[in-house]
């Protein structure tokens, strides 16, 4: 789902013409999503998601233009406060999901840097459609990958204990139902 800011009305005075200026409340409307960091990707060529790279503020300036779905000049951007960079940087980190995984839930590999490309991949392996899921939220689509990732991982061994144990039970509960000893 796409996120509204509104950048606010501001006044400076400009040095060259010697008048102030105001400008006008904007609102731009954003969208976190595989089709944001492609761009992003494709103008910075590294990844957007490696988390050991801080990315420095013209490169965050640039991602919030990436994601956003109105046609502004490059100056509108630079009137983003503190409140709206913030309120952005809430909206990327915002799990936009009621799923929830186990900490040692390592399904998707995590040594691997990640890219646009990747997760175009990791779709096509899933049969997850590019349309309309390339314009979720981010963090929706990274959701739906793991799922069916957990969801198509071979199923876990039990060990002789775990199969002893289990026998037994279906053996308790059976006899129960039966009302014998056996």
Same mark, same amino acid.
């Given at each position: 789902?796409?996120?509204?800011?509104?950048?606010?009305?501001?006044?400076?005075?400009?040095?060259?013409? @010697?008048?102030?200026?105001?400008? $006008?409340? $904007? #609102?731009?409307?954003?969208? /976190?999503?595989?089709?944001?960091?492609?761009?992003?990707?494709?103008?910075?060529?590294?990844?957007? !998601?490696?988390?050991?790279?801080?990315? +420095?503020?013209?490169?965050?300036?640039? *991602?919030?233009?990436?994601?956003?779905?109105?046609? *502004? %000049?490059? /100056?509108? *951007?630079?009137?983003? +406060? *503190?409140?709206?960079?913030? #309120?952005?940087?809430?909206?990327?980190?915002? !799990?936009?999901?009621?799923?929830?995984?186990?900490?040692?839930?390592?399904?998707? %590999?995590? /040594?691997?840097?990640? +890219?646009?490309?990747?997760?175009?991949?990791?779709?096509?392996?899933?049969?997850?459609?590019?349309? %309309?899921?390339?314009?979720? /939220?981010?963090?929706?689509?990274? +959701?739906?990958?793991?799922?069916?990732? $957990?969801?198509?991982?071979?199923?876990?061994?039990?060990?002789?204990? @775990?199969?002893?144990?289990?026998?037994?039970?279906?053996?308790?509960?059976? !006899?129960? $139902?039966?009302?014998?000893?056996?």
């Amino acid at each position: 789902m796409p996120k509204r800011i509104i950048i606010p009305a501001r006044e400076f005075f400009n040095e060259r013409t @010697e008048e102030f200026v105001y400008t $006008q409340p $904007q #609102e731009i409307v954003l969208e /976190h999503s595989l089709i944001s960091i492609m761009r992003w990707e494709s103008k910075w060529h590294k990844p957007f !998601l490696d988390e050991k790279h801080k990315k +420095t503020n013209e490169e965050f300036i640039d *991602y919030v233009k990436c994601m956003s779905l109105n046609n *502004y %000049p490059d /100056h509108v *951007y630079e009137d983003l +406060t *503190y409140g709206n960079i913030k #309120e952005i940087k809430d909206y990327i980190e915002d !799990l936009h999901t009621a799923t929830w995984f186990a900490q040692d839930d390592k399904v998707l %590999p995590s /040594h691997k840097i990640i +890219t646009a490309e990747v997760l175009y991949s990791w779709m096509v392996l899933n049969d997850i459609p590019f349309n %309309p899921c390339e314009k979720w /939220h981010l963090n929706n689509l990274m +959701t739906l990958i793991r799922v069916c990732a $957990q969801q198509n991982m071979p199923a876990k061994k039990m060990s002789e204990k @775990e199969i002893l144990s289990q026998n037994a039970n279906l053996n308790a509960a059976r !006899l129960k $139902q039966m009302k014998t000893r056996g």
